[in-house]
């Protein structure tokens, strides 16, 4: 079993879609002609991201949050500092102890954590 994809509503549905293109590097890709607006991002042949616009942002109090984050993996930890550097984003980076792992923790528009894993031993930092 494996994670399909991430469901996120939204009031600001082109200001995310936006930022999950230009900063994560996803691409827009084929969704069903559903009633409500939305977008379906896409990591290669995968819809990652379903984003499902709505009237409004829903709130969450960070005390009653449910699901604190989600994460992927990526390939190409420089292209994402240099793009998140253009853009003028915060990330936190947090090497995994006892891991070959380096962790970038950024917030999309909507405050939702991501935070994208690299492989610093395949060549990710």
Partial sequence: MKLDHVNIRTGRLEEMRKWYVDILGFTDGWR?????????????????????GVNRTPGAEQADIRL???????????ALRERL?????????????????L???????????????????????
């Fill in 68 to 78: 604190e984050h989600f994460a992927l993996k990526g390939d190409d930890l420089e």
């Fill in 103 to 125: 962790q970038l923790n950024v917030f999309d528009p909507d405050g939702n954590h991501i935070h994208i894993d690299f492989n610093v031993l395949e060549g990710g930092a």
């Fill in 85 to 101: 550097k253009a853009a003028d984003l915060e990330c936190r980076e947090v090497r995994v102890p006892d891991t070959d792992l």
């Fill in 32 to 52: 069903p002609p559903f009633s409500s607006p939305g977008a379906w991002l896409y990591a290669g042949d995968d819809p990652i991201v379903h984003l499902v």
